[in-house]
């Protein structure tokens, strides 16, 4: 729903004429990543921004391989394969989500991280996944609020990553957000994200304060 309150903040925006990225994107970041109880965030013009973002933050690229699954929107794999890694396709479960077992047949010597689903807000066990001994980056795009044993989707995992496309569950209409708990990826993802490459679209897309002032509202 798009209620007065929306419209007001947008136009608030709009009168106010900062309508770039500003003081409402940090605001947004950090409203986020207090609602989820994870340290904070960095948003992104696209969920598959962020997801690229994060791969770039663990050092991900040529050379490498990325466990996903083989259910999931495209846009995953457009990331993982902009980032220069090779995917490994692992199956899924009845409720679409990767299990250790099927994650562990698809490991290799190259094999960097893993990238975990909550499809329709069906839970992954993100908690058994990081007993691989590899980054979990958890993908809460279907699942954003979903509760997993009194923790926030997106927060188990070594990052997370989600999308504000207008289908999601919180919209700004596009965009996207990383979040993690640990300080030094936070510090490194906005260090990648101000230094944008300029051969790959995803480093350069940003978030703008129109849009954080729907997701605020």
Avoid at 8 to 28: H, K, N, S, T, Y
Avoid at 66 to 94: K, Q
Avoid at 112 to 133: K, N, T, W, Y
Avoid at 161 to 168: E, G, R, V
């Amino acid at each position: 729903w798009i209620e007065a309150e929306d419209r007001m903040a947008v136009d608030e925006v709009l009168r106010g004429g900062m309508i770039a990225r500003g003081e409402r994107v940090q605001v947004f970041e950090q409203s986020v990543a207090n609602f989820l109880g994870t340290r904070g965030g960095l948003a992104c013009a696209s969920g598959t921004a962020a997801l690229y973002l994060a791969l770039k933050t663990l050092g991900i690229g040529p050379g490498d391989e990325v466990v996903l699954p083989t259910y999931v929107c495209w846009n995953v794999l457009a990331a993982v394969t902009a980032s220069g890694a090779a995917p490994c396709l692992c199956d899924v479960d009845e409720s679409g989500v990767l299990t250790v077992q099927t994650v562990r047949a698809g490991l290799s010597v190259k094999t960097r991280a893993i990238l975990a689903v909550h499809i329709f807000g069906h839970p992954c066990d993100i908690e058994s996944l990081l007993q691989l001994g590899l980054p979990v980056i958890e993908d809460f795009c279907q699942a954003f609020g979903l509760e997993i044993k009194g923790r926030k989707a997106g927060t188990i995992g070594t990052m997370g990553i989600t999308s504000f496309h207008a289908t999601k569950c919180l919209t700004t209409g596009e965009g996207g957000m990383l979040i993690s708990s640990e300080p030094s990826l936070l510090a490194r993802a906005r260090v990648f994200s101000k230094s944008a490459d300029e051969s790959n679209v995803f480093s350069l897309a940003v978030m703008t304060d129109l849009q954080a002032a729907l997701g605020l509202t």
